[in-house]
């Protein structure tokens, strides 16, 4: 393949790949939120639980489904440009893939109809356990895909064979040396995608006046997820990087922006990096603070890129801003976790305006966050597809530009209409509110009245 065509189908590759996590990472979350709303339910017995329920349902089935299509779009990419690495790692991929859609996704499909559909037809525990289910069933997904993807960082269980990859100790390939740190990190990333989301449009509630029953307990519920969550993603993320500098020491020396060792060393927040003269024209920094972060010692030292063969090297540039851009959005949600606090202590955590508009304009910023990491974790792992063993330039499949340029386009305009859709009818859903959502609950309730009533007496008691 010539270089433009591998550049356009690296960045075809990264470009559905940062669309498709936006809905995984938020339909894990808010599965787990739903579990959460109907336990509640069933405890307490409160309609107010019902109504979030109802509501929330409603956007997640949206979210599922737009991931499954944004899913079954992306793979046809490993068949098209990147036919090489498909042929090399497809035995073992192939077989992880396949065990996630014969486990988690079979399990998520057969429950998803009783969670969605099934208030009518039974009782409220089946009810929960289909939840249960389906909720369980996107941590069984990400469990596989995970896997797959941290084999390609850090390779293990396996044997070659005529260029091909095969297993030969499963739970080596499936649970290898990254898969330990990048799979919790990535489930609380999933966590705050969807708290952030239901704080976000909550707080659109409450600055508007409307629902504001509602919107309190989405808010209280969906901060109070984030003030606990986030001081153990921070840690996560920390022993993640530590761990990284053992596997990947490129990525993580990108990540920190400096070409030579530098000690008592500032935090960069701006580099311009000139790879060909292996330094920095210019960079902005807060004194200390890297070495305090990347070491934990205020006069420690943090290595620089020179230490790994040029050949060997991640793109700087990418690497580095991206993991500021997550970096420095769990900064931000650190930030709003302590101001939760203690407005919640003031009773003020429903009415500080200012809070509440910040509130809303954080409502992507769980996802963003994700991407941001997804992006830094990919660039970082470059020059390799599989790291150590099989280059990306390797891996594409002889294409001409126009051929690339052909199917990225078809990508662009099936995506666009996938994500407009899907804004219009989350759009349109939050707009509508939770108010229809309760009278058509009580609608509900008196056709399942009429219906148990026709019923006899012995099916009477097990469907109630």
Request: proline share 4%; hydrophobic share 50%; aromatic share 18%.
């Amino acid at each position: 393949m010539n270089n433009f065509a591998e550049f356009l189908s690296r960045f075809q590759f990264g470009f559905t790949a940062c669309y498709h996590i936006m809905f995984p990472a938020l339909s894990i979350g808010l599965a787990w939120f739903l579990v959460l709303i109907h336990a509640l339910y069933l405890k307490t017995g409160k309609a107010d639980y019902f109504r979030i329920y109802k509501f929330w349902t409603s956007i997640f089935a949206l979210n599922f489904s737009v991931g499954v299509v944004t899913g079954i779009f992306m793979s046809f990419q490993f068949g098209l440009n990147w036919s090489k690495f498909s042929y090399a790692a497809g035995p073992v991929l192939g077989s992880i893939i396949g065990l996630e859609v014969m486990t988690a996704f079979f399990l998520e499909a057969g429950f998803l109809g009783i969670m969605l559909l099934g208030w009518n037809r039974v009782n409220k525990k089946v009810h929960f356990f289909a939840t249960l289910m389906v909720a369980f069933g996107t941590l069984i997904s990400a469990t596989w895909i995970l896997g797959a993807n941290s084999w390609l960082h850090t390779p293990a269980g396996y044997k070659v064979s005529n260029g091909q990859y095969f297993i030969t100790e499963w739970w080596h390939a499936l649970f290898n040396p990254s898969f330990y740190f990048r799979y919790p990190h990535m489930l609380l990333a999933s966590m705050f995608a969807a708290s952030f989301f239901v704080a976000g449009i909550s707080a659109w509630y409450l600055l508007k006046g409307k629902y504001t029953g509602f919107a309190r307990t989405c808010f209280s519920i969906a901060i109070g997820v984030i003030t606990i969550l986030i001081p153990i993603q921070l840690w996560v993320g920390d022993t993640l990087a530590a761990k990284m500098s053992v596997y990947q020491p490129g990525k993580v020396q990108a990540m920190e922006g400096y070409w030579e060792d530098q000690s008592t060393a500032p935090y960069l927040l701006f580099i311009n990096p000139d790879s060909k003269n292996e330094r920095n024209k210019t960079q902005l920094g807060i004194p200390y603070l890297g070495s305090v972060l990347v070491v934990h010692n205020l006069h420690g030292t943090v290595p620089g890129l020179k230490r790994t063969p040029a050949a060997e090297r991640p793109n700087i540039a990418m690497t580095f801003y991206f993991f500021r851009i997550m970096f420095l959005i769990a900064i931000v949600m650190f930030f709003v976790a302590v101001t939760s606090v203690a407005l919640r202590f003031t009773g003020k955590l429903f009415t500080t305006r200012w809070f509440l508009k910040l509130c809303l304009w954080m409502t992507p910023a769980g996802v963003i966050a994700t991407m941001a990491g997804w992006i830094t974790s990919e660039t970082g792992r470059q020059p390799y597809v599989i790291y150590g063993f099989l280059r990306t330039a390797a891996a594409s499949s002889s294409l001409s530009n126009f051929q690339v340029i052909f199917s990225f386009g078809l990508f662009v305009i099936v995506y666009a209409v996938l994500l407009t859709a899907y804004i219009l009818f989350v759009r349109k859903i939050v707009r509508k509110g939770p108010e229809t959502i309760q009278e058509t609950s009580k609608t509900e309730e008196h056709k399942k009245d009429n219906f148990i009533s026709g019923l006899p007496e012995t099916i009477k008691l097990s469907v109630k």
